[in-house]
């Protein structure tokens, strides 16, 4: 079974720049989840999508960021603009259901913002 | 607000002895925790589970304590092997008024294994 697919690996921007994150969950997986780990911190959720509705957004910076599943299977994670306390890895992870366990977490996308 | 903090950043072990990894949580109305691993450039990978009507649970090599009156949560890793090095996350749920999902992740320690 493949995982769940991230790209780009890594991404260095300036500030004020945009940047947009992909991401393909598992296969049949229902929920979809963008998380903010920034170093020597762990995962803090961003969103959280069950197909292509938003269950959860309260922690996202609404006013930089932004996110969509629009046919419900793959997802883009949106900043603009960039700054610099954005450097982080960005984790996509997915579950069969809404759910806190069996979550599939993909390799994450390591942004640098300069 | 409340947060799933750890008492070691860093933990070195020799090979072949146990690891025990700390969690300190202070929401009481946490029911679910999990423990992740993970490894240099990956996502965090699924260890092992505890829900709160339990206090102890073993799977391959781990076994996971729940104390819940001091708010405590443990990792045990039997034989401690090289392949065990990695930073090591707890991870609670209050699954209540819409949160299902949200998971709330504490700071990680890093576990280092030495041959």
């Known amino acids: 079974e493949a995982g769940v697919a991230q790209s780009p690996r890594y991404k260095i921007i300036e500030k004020r720049q945009s940047v947009a994150f992909w991401c393909n969950p598992i296969s049949g997986h229902a929920t979809l989840y963008w998380y903010q780990q920034i170093l020597g911190q762990g995962p803090k959720l961003l969103i959280q999508?069950?197909?292509?509705?938003?269950?959860?957004d309260s922690q996202l910076p609404k006013d930089r960021f932004s996110a969509e599943r629009l046919k419900g299977v793959d997802s883009t994670l949106k900043i603009q603009p960039a700054k610099l306390e954005d450097s982080a890895v960005y984790l996509c992870?997915?579950?069969?259901?809404?759910?806190?366990?069996?979550?599939?977490f993909g390799p994450g996308t390591r942004l640098t913002v300069t | 607000g409340e947060s799933v903090g750890l008492h070691l950043p860093t933990l070195s072990v020799q090979e072949g002895d146990n690891s025990i990894i700390n969690c300190a949580y202070s929401n009481s109305a946490s029911d679910y925790f999990i423990w992740y691993k993970q490894e240099s450039g990956k996502g965090p990978q699924f260890i092992i589970d505890i829900r709160s009507n339990m206090d102890k649970r073993q799977g391959q090599r781990v076994t996971v304590l729940l104390n819940k009156t001091v708010k405590h949560l443990s990792l045990q890793i039997a034989a401690t092997q090289p392949g065990d090095s990695a930073v090591y996350f707890c991870a609670e749920n209050m699954d209540y008024g819409g949160s299902q999902g949200n998971l709330i992740f504490g700071k990680g320690t890093k576990l280092s294994v030495k041959p």
């Open positions: 999508f069950q197909n292509n509705g938003v269950v959860d």
């Open positions: 992870a997915s579950s069969l259901r809404r759910q806190a366990y069996e979550q599939y």
